[in-house]
């Protein structure tokens, strides 16, 4: 079962999004994230069976942002 885990964070910005893809994408793998940065709260999407919200906190962390977990929608 996959798990999509969502976060609000502080990526706001096209350019945020580029400074934190290595991390993401080194965490939870290319095409299985995606920011929302139109919405007031910045939600990342995480699409994953394999990685936990502390990992992507971590990596999101790393690249130099915040981001706060939200419920777990299991697919």
Same mark, same amino acid.
Do not use: H, R, Y
């Given at each position: 079962?996959?798990?999509?885990?969502k976060?609000?964070?502080?990526i706001?910005?096209?350019g945020?999004i580029?400074s934190?893809t290595?991390?993401?994408?080194?965490a939870?793998?290319? $095409?299985?994230?995606q #920011?929302?940065?139109n919405?007031?709260?910045?939600?990342?999407?995480? *699409? /994953?069976?394999t =990685? $936990?919200?502390?990992a #992507?906190?971590e990596?999101?962390?790393?690249?130099?942002?915040?981001? *706060? /977990?939200m419920? =777990?929608?299991?697919?």
């Open positions: 079962m996959k798990a999509q885990l976060f609000k964070t502080t706001n910005c096209g945020c580029a934190v290595p991390a993401l994408n080194s939870v793998g290319e $095409g299985n994230w #920011v929302d940065i919405d007031p709260a910045k939600i990342l999407t995480v *699409d /994953s069976d =990685v $936990g919200k502390d #992507v906190i990596a999101v962390n790393k690249a130099g942002f915040q981001a *706060d /977990s419920d =777990v929608i299991n697919e």
